[in-house]
């Protein structure tokens, strides 16, 4: 192993740890509030199966910033979170300037606009937390698995007003399709509702609320591409309500693989560079 990156997230901790040629192994752990060197050294090794061994670890979010410059005389490089996210615009490989959508706990959004420093932008705080939280609550369940197997079988115009129910048609240049109300239905007792649906509808509260919330920011700062990260994104018909957000190009969204982990990744790319000018070499941590 020759670097390592750890993304303390508010729902997730992410670890990823690279190998010679770019080898890598992912892994995600139970968040951590108040990170130590001794959370560090746990979670590489971990990941790593044996002793604390990496050259270097990056380490973004959280409260990442009050960890220590070294653990076991191994250097730490802080990354600041919006650098970390910016990255994945590159990693992605789309044009910019590009804003990158966090699905985490949260939606934060930074805008990647290279060579100048990454700007962060309006957040909401509808994300996965919010997913996870309400199907606790109306699902009576916070299993990832369970909640998409049960999206797979719903339907969420039994829970969702559109355009079309309201209005009796499409208002350009929003389609019929479009959601007007998210659980508007549900106001008017017109239908029967099962655990299925609402948890379809949930998936398309938080998908569509934070890809409009980027949309909205699209105009204002000449982006050119939108790009997704974030566990959320695993969570089964996601993508499936994201890319049915009326009035979004399909082409115009990207999602990296693995897109959970790319904060960790983009946090490891900068951090390379980083070490490598401190260290004076070029051939670490490819």
Do not use: W
Not at 26 to 49: C, W
Not at 57 to 65: E, K, L, P
Not at 116 to 129: C, Q
Not at 194 to 202: I, K, P, S
């Amino acid at each position: 192993m020759d670097c390592a990156a750890i993304d303390f997230g508010g729902s997730v901790t992410d670890v990823v740890l690279r190998g010679k040629g770019g080898r890598e192994t992912l892994r995600a752990f139970s968040p951590v509030d108040r990170p130590t060197g001794n959370d560090v050294r746990r979670l590489v090794r971990a990941v790593a199966g044996g002793e604390f061994v990496p050259r270097f670890v990056a380490v973004t979010g959280g409260r990442s910033g009050t960890l220590p410059a070294r653990v076991d005389g191994r250097l730490l490089v802080a990354v600041e979170e919006a650098t970390a996210t910016a990255a994945a615009a590159e990693r992605a490989a789309v044009a910019t300037p590009a804003i990158v959508v966090s699905l985490g706990t949260g939606t934060g959004m930074v805008l990647a606009r290279p060579p100048e420093k990454p700007l962060r932008l309006i957040g909401s705080g509808v994300g996965g937390g919010t997913l996870i939280g309400l199907s606790r609550l109306l699902l009576g369940t916070d299993d990832v698995q369970e909640i998409g197997a049960l999206v797979r079988r719903g339907d969420p115009a039994r829970c969702d007003l559109t355009v079309g129910d309201i209005v009796g048609g499409g208002v350009v240049p929003v389609g019929a399709d479009a959601t007007a109300s998210h659980f508007g239905r549900l106001t008017r007792r017109d239908g029967s509702t099962r655990r299925e649906d609402v948890a379809a509808a949930l998936i398309r509260l938080v998908g569509q609320t934070a890809l409009r919330l980027a949309v909205d920011s699209v105009l204002a700062h000449q982006v050119r591409a939108v790009v997704l990260v974030g566990h959320v994104l695993d969570v089964p018909g996601f993508r499936e309500a994201i890319r049915a957000t009326p009035g979004v190009e399909e082409s115009f969204v990207h999602m990296p693989g693995e897109p959970g982990f790319a904060v960790a990744r983009g946090a490891l790319d900068v951090a390379r560079v980083r070490y490598a000018d401190l260290a004076g070499s070029e051939g670490v941590c490819h």
